[in-house]
């Protein structure tokens, strides 16, 4: 780096600086993208295969820090350890998995009438990542990207920069060639955007806000190079009256808490039959009981603070918002739990919520949760589409019945009864929620050019 000034790395529950990194600039930039392109022609050209060795290397140093990992993002935005140790260093490990075994499989050349199609590597990929899951999202763009031959800058929110640290150690550990990934630390308006414009970068792969999307993808026009987004969410638990009840909500606190809410596919929403809210009320209270507030670093802990002082002011000022526009507060409010001193929130669920408010369009991405009352199938499908987002969403009922309301709804992944996780399946947004897919053989798509040769 070739700037002396540095960004402090908070630790959320405490308060207490635990890192310092260096405050990236335009010129640091501009090495990484310089080194990226030299190290672009070799790694284009190495076979699939000796690619996809590399990154089972890397798979297993990540493997072999999972403590390591799990203890930085903890202390760097106040996931719980628990969280920390199975899902923010676990899902990497799945997702680095399926991925090698995408592009063990993958035609890499195609045979179409007269026509060979050949999927070859874009070029310079910047991937911008943001704090609530941090390796996890490095990850999903770094890993398929180098599996299509791409190189990579990866600049990591600078709020939770530590993994990433640890990421460039075991990629080089693995044998990764020099330059084929880079990392330059920052802010988004100046390493962010100095990423964004430069003409040796041929593609952007953010997460993050739809805001700073709408950002990216204007900059990003100045040299048409290719952008997918995965931004914002707003997600609706869709629960029918022909759910086994319980369980739904039960499943719905689950999808809405994990993470303190902050979670771009959460379900902030919870859309029950108009006579069920209280019903609905009374079984979430019941089940976010069992959900602790505390340090972090106690195993028993399920949600901790939230990632940032900043992030909690905001936070709690939907929490106001929503108390002055006339929502039921049911549980939690404003201010910190008691007894908490740090970037606290008290997990709050608000009844008689209009899907109009600001509480039930705008993303909080909090422990926010809005029970609301519709009158058919209709209305629900209504207001579960009639936010500016579509990135994920789930229906709970009679198979049949839940399946086709699933398909109603205008969103990138919907869970039907509480389905699992697919490591396999596309990810991504509708509308406002972003454009791309993530994971599986549409993640690994996202990172290739398609050339036609008619022989």
């Given at each position: 780096m070739t700037n002396e000034r540095t960004l402090p790395v908070i630790n959320p529950a405490t308060g207490v600086t635990v890192a310092e990194f260096p405050a990236g600039t335009a010129a640091d930039v501009d090495r990484a993208v310089a080194a990226a392109r030299a190290a672009f022609p070799a790694w284009a050209a190495?076979?699939?295969?000796?690619?996809?060795?590399?990154?089972?290397?890397?798979?297993?140093?990540?493997?072999?820090?999972?403590?390591?990992?799990?203890?930085?993002?903890?202390?760097?935005?106040?996931?719980?350890?628990?969280?920390?140790?199975?899902?923010?260093?676990?899902?990497?490990?799945?997702?680095?998995?399926?991925?090698?075994?995408?592009?063990?499989?993958?035609?890499?050349?195609?045979?179409?009438?007269?026509?060979?199609?050949?999927?070859?590597?874009?070029?310079v990929v910047a991937a911008i990542t943001p704090w609530n899951f941090p390796l996890q999202q490095a990850v999903s763009k770094v890993i398929p990207a180098l599996l299509a031959g791409n190189t990579v800058v990866l600049k990591p929110s600078e709020i939770a920069p530590l993994t990433a640290g640890i990421l460039a150690v075991v990629t080089a550990e693995a044998g990764l060639?020099?330059?084929?990934?880079?990392?330059?630390?920052?802010?988004?308006?100046?390493?962010?955007?100095?990423?964004?414009?430069?003409?040796?970068?041929?593609?952007?792969?953010?997460?993050?806000?739809?805001?700073?999307?709408?950002?990216?993808?204007?900059v990003a026009a100045g040299t048409v190079k290719r952008v997918a987004l995965e931004l914002g969410g707003k997600g609706a638990n869709v629960i029918l009256d022909d759910a086994d009840f319980p369980a739904a909500?039960?499943?719905?606190?689950?999808?809405?808490?994990?993470?303190?809410?902050?979670?771009?596919?959460?379900?902030?929403?919870?859309?029950?039959?108009?006579?069920?809210?209280?019903?609905?009320?009374?079984?979430?209270t019941r089940a976010l009981a069992a959900y602790p507030v505390g340090d972090p670093l106690d195993p028993?802990?399920?949600?901790?603070?939230?990632?940032?002082?900043?992030?909690?002011?905001?936070?709690?000022?939907?929490?106001?918002?929503?108390?002055?526009?006339?929502?039921t507060l049911v549980t939690g409010g404003p201010g910190r739990p008691e007894g908490?001193?740090?970037?606290?929130?008290?997990?709050?669920?608000?009844?008689?919520?209009?899907?109009?408010?600001?509480?039930?369009?705008?993303?909080?991405?909090?422990?926010?949760l809005t029970i609301i009352g519709y009158a058919d199938d209709d209305e629900a499908v209504a207001i579960?589409?009639?936010?500016?987002?579509?990135?994920?969403?789930?229906?709970?009922?009679?198979?049949?019945?839940?399946?086709?309301?699933?398909?109603?709804?205008?969103?990138?992944?919907?869970?039907?009864?509480?389905?699992?996780?697919?490591?396999?399946?596309?990810?991504?947004?509708?509308?406002?929620?972003?454009n791309g897919r993530e994971f599986g053989r549409a993640g690994l798509a996202e990172f290739l050019e398609t050339k036609a040769v008619q022989r």
């Amino acid at each position: 780096m070739t700037n002396e000034r540095t960004l402090p790395v908070i630790n959320p529950a405490t308060g207490v600086t635990v890192a310092e990194f260096p405050a990236g600039t335009a010129a640091d930039v501009d090495r990484a993208v310089a080194a990226a392109r030299a190290a672009f022609p070799a790694w284009a050209a190495t076979p699939p295969e000796k690619r996809i060795a590399v990154v089972g290397r890397i798979a297993d140093g990540l493997a072999a820090r999972t403590e390591e990992i799990a203890q930085a993002i903890t202390a760097e935005m106040g996931a719980p350890i628990g969280l920390s140790r199975a899902a923010q260093a676990g899902f990497p490990l799945a997702v680095i998995a399926s991925m090698i075994g995408v592009a063990e499989t993958f035609d890499w050349t195609e045979q179409i009438g007269n026509s060979l199609i050949v999927h070859e590597p874009l070029g310079v990929v910047a991937a911008i990542t943001p704090w609530n899951f941090p390796l996890q999202q490095a990850v999903s763009k770094v890993i398929p990207a180098l599996l299509a031959g791409n190189t990579v800058v990866l600049k990591p929110s600078e709020i939770a920069p530590l993994t990433a640290g640890i990421l460039a150690v075991v990629t080089a550990e693995a044998g990764l060639p020099v330059g084929v990934v880079n990392i330059v630390y920052g802010d988004g308006p100046v390493t962010g955007e100095a990423l964004v414009a430069h003409p040796d970068v041929d593609m952007v792969s953010f997460t993050g806000s739809t805001r700073a999307g709408r950002r990216i993808g204007a900059v990003a026009a100045g040299t048409v190079k290719r952008v997918a987004l995965e931004l914002g969410g707003k997600g609706a638990n869709v629960i029918l009256d022909d759910a086994d009840f319980p369980a739904a909500v039960e499943k719905g606190v689950l999808m809405a808490y994990t993470n303190g809410g902050q979670v771009c596919g959460s379900w902030p929403r919870m859309l029950v039959p108009a006579g069920r809210t209280g019903e609905a009320a009374a079984i979430a209270t019941r089940a976010l009981a069992a959900y602790p507030v505390g340090d972090p670093l106690d195993p028993a802990t399920v949600i901790g603070p939230m990632a940032s002082e900043q992030h909690r002011q905001k936070v709690d000022g939907y929490i106001r918002r929503g108390i002055a526009d006339g929502a039921t507060l049911v549980t939690g409010g404003p201010g910190r739990p008691e007894g908490r001193t740090g970037a606290y929130v008290r997990p709050t669920i608000f009844t008689n919520v209009d899907p109009s408010s600001a509480l039930a369009q705008e993303e909080i991405f909090g422990p926010v949760l809005t029970i609301i009352g519709y009158a058919d199938d209709d209305e629900a499908v209504a207001i579960a589409n009639g936010t500016i987002y579509g990135l994920t969403s789930g229906v709970f009922g009679e198979p049949d019945h839940a399946l086709a309301v699933a398909r109603r709804l205008r969103a990138g992944q919907v869970d039907v009864n509480g389905a699992d996780w697919n490591p396999l399946a596309p990810f991504g947004g509708y509308r406002q929620s972003g454009n791309g897919r993530e994971f599986g053989r549409a993640g690994l798509a996202e990172f290739l050019e398609t050339k036609a040769v008619q022989r």
